[in-house]
C-alpha cells in the first residue's frame, strides 16, 4: 500500500485564520505550538493552505483507488482485512519514535493516516460516514476539552456538559483533570447508566498490557486494589503455582482443547498480577516488555556475533554462556538502555 502514486488535479480553498464551527467562533493565535526557548530556532511553522490542499489530495486519491476502474487490490479491501495492517503500522510509528528517526518517522505517520482514510472511504462506500464527520468528530471533541484553550463558550457549544474550571493557570494537572472530566460526563451522556459500570470508560481497543494497567487503575479508585505492592508478590506466586498446575495436566492430557484453555486462563491471570505489580511500582508494562524485547535482541544478536559456530549446534551450557557474556558486555558498554536523548537505535 506505499508505493503508488496518482494525479489529481483539484482547486483548493485556503481557509481563513479564524474558522466558525456552528456558530463558535474559534481564533487560532499560531499554525502550531509554541516550541520552547531551546527549541524556537529548530521549529517549522506549519503552512495550514499546503496541508490542507495535501489532504484534499490525499482523499481524492482514497476515492480514486476505491472507485469503479481503481486497483483491484483496494476495492476488495474490507474493514476485517485491513484492521491487521492498522495494528502494524501503528506499532511501525511507536518503533520510530524509540529511534527517534524522524525522516521514518514521517513515512510512517502517513502510512497510519491512509488507514484512516481507507476506513473512512469504505465507510463512505458503505453509506455510513465519510472523512468529513471523522474530521468534524475530532474538531469538536478537541474545541470542548480544551475550555482553558477556545473558552467555555465555544466549549459548551462543541458539546461540554462538565462543569470545569477554564482557568488552569498553566497547570498541566488541571487540564488533565479538565480532560478527564468533560471525557466522563460524554461517556454518561452515551451511555445507559442503568446498565452501565465505571469499567467501561476503559476502551477494548488498546494493547492487552495497557488495558490490564486502566482496569486495575479504575478498581483501585474504588478500594478494590492490593494495599502495597509487596502483597502482589505472594499473589505471583500463586497464580504461577495455578499455572503450573494447569499445564501439568496439559501434559498428561495432550490435544485436550479444554484443558489449553485452562492454562491459557491462568496465564491470562499472571500476566495481569504482573501488569498490576508495575502499576504500584510506577512503571508502564507496555514499556517495560518493549525494552525486554530490545535488550533481547541486542544480547541475541551479540551471542551470534561471538560465536564461531551456528548456535544450533551448540549446548545448552554454552549457549547460557554465550548469554552471560552478551549482558555482561552490553551492560559495560551501556547499549542496552537508550533513552530519548540518547542517538537513535538501529535496527537490528
Known amino acids: 500500500m506505499r508505493s503508488r502514486s496518482a494525479r489529481c488535479t483539484m482547486r483548493i480553498c485556503v481557509p481563513r485564520r479564524r474558522f466558525r464551527l456552528e456558530g463558535m467562533d474559534v481564533a487560532r493565535d499560531a499554525d502550531s505550538p509554541q516550541p520552547t526557548s531551546n527549541t524556537r530556532s529548530l521549529a517549522i511553522s506549519t503552512d495550514p493552505a499546503r496541508a490542507a490542499a495535501l489532504f484534499e489530495q490525499a482523499t481524492a486519491i482514497m476515492a480514486r483507488l476505491r472507485a469503479p476502474g481503481g486497483c483491484p487490490w483496494d476495492r476488495e479491501q474490507s474493514f476485517d482485512t485491513i484492521r491487521k495492517y492498522t495494528l502494524e503500522e501503528t506499532y511501525e510509528v511507536f518503533d520510530a519514535i524509540e529511534r527517534r528517526d524522524f525522516p521514518h518517522l514521517a513515512e510512517e505517520l502517513g502510512d497510519l493516516l491512509l488507514q484512516v482514510l481507507f476506513y473512512a472511504e469504505m465507510s463512505a462506500n458503505e ?3 465519510t472523512i468529513a464527520d471523522v474530521l468534524d468528530h475530532l474538531n469538536r471533541k478537541l474545541i470542548r476539552r480544551h475550555p482553558h484553550v477556545f473558552g467555555e463558550e465555544a466549549s459548551r457549544a462543541a458539546g461540554n456538559q462538565a462543569n470545569v474550571d477554564a482557568n488552569v493557570e498553566g497547570s498541566a494537572k488541571a487540564v488533565l483533570r479538565n480532560w478527564e ?3 466522563a460526563a460524554e461517556a454518561l451522556h452515551a451511555a445507559d447508566s442503568s446498565a452501565a459500570s465505571r469499567l467501561d470508560s476503559v476502551q477494548r481497543a488498546m494493547p492487552a498490557l495497557a488495558e490490564a494497567a486502566k482496569l486495575g487503575g479504575k478498581a483501585a479508585k474504588a478500594g478494590f486494589d492490593w494495599p502495597h ?3 502482589l508478590l505472594p499473589k505471583l506466586a500463586e497464580e504461577t503455582a495455578e499455572l503450573e498446575a494447569e499445564a501439568a495436566c496439559v501434559e498428561r492430557t495432550p490435544g485436550d482443547s479444554i484443558q489449553q484453555q485452562k492454562v491459557e486462563a491462568e ?3 499472571l500476566l495481569f498480577t ?4 508495575g502499576r504500584h511500582l510506577g512503571v508502564d508494562a507496555e ?3 518493549r525494552g525486554c ?9 551479540a551471542m551470534e556475533l561471538a560465536s564461531t559456530r551456528p548456535l544450533e549446534e551448540l549446548g545448552p551450557n554454552e549457549l547460557e554462556a554465550l548469554w552471560a557474556d552478551a549482558k555482561l558486555k552490553l551492560a ?3 547499549n542496552e538502555l537508550p533513552t530519548p536523548s540518547s542517538a537513535p537505535v538501529p535496527k537490528p
Open 293 to 301: 524485547n530490545l535488550r533481547f535482541r541486542q544480547r541475541f544478536h
Open 274 to 277: 504482573v501488569v498490576n505489580l
Open 181 to 183: 472530566e468533560i471525557k
Open 127 to 129: 453509506g455510513h460516514f
Open 332 to 334: 559495560s558498554t551501556s
Open 287 to 289: 514499556m517495560a516488555l
Open 229 to 231: 505492592w509487596r502483597d
Open 267 to 269: 496465564l491470562g491471570d
